[in-house]
Nanobody, 124 residues
Framework: QVQLVESGGGLVLTGGSLRLSCAASGSTFSSYAMGWFRQVPGKDRDFVAALNWSGGITAYADSVKGRFLISRDNAKNTVYLEMNSLKPEDTAIYFC?????????????????WGQGTQVTVSS
């Protein structure tokens, strides 16, 4: 089992940047593929980015491609989401998730563990 804690959210102006972190504990971090998802109240949780166990294979939602960068540091048991050129439509609660196994997935139901989320608000 793994516990996930996100941090780094906050309020930023349009065009600004934020770096989210997700610290994992409780199990062998490199055994998990990791993903970032986001959710606006009243809507489904949407895929943002994911990467495999080593970080060598990544995937992004079209809406964030070229602006966001996902990475991981297995020595620090942490996955990151670097968010640049932020837009008001990026406003959401951002969740990290862990999937048992080495391959990532864009599907929320493929993930086994979730963090509590961190709020990102982009103001115009």
């Amino acid at each position: 089992q793994v516990q996930l804690v996100e941090s780094g959210g906050g309020l930023v102006l349009t065009g600004g940047s934020l770096r989210l972190s997700c610290a994992a504990s409780g199990s062998t971090f490199s055994s998990y593929a990791m993903g970032w998802f986001r959710q606006v109240p009243g809507k489904d949780r949407d895929f943002v980015a994911a990467l495999n166990w080593s970080g060598g294979i990544t995937a992004y939602a079209d809406s964030v491609k070229g602006r966001f960068l996902i990475s991981r540091d297995n020595a620090k048991n942490t996955v990151y989401l670097e968010m640049n050129s932020l837009k008001p439509e990026d406003t959401a609660i951002y969740f990290c998730a862990a999937r048992v196994g080495t391959s990532y997935s864009p599907a929320t139901d493929k993930y086994d563990y979730w963090g509590q989320g961190t709020q990102v608000t982009v103001s115009s």
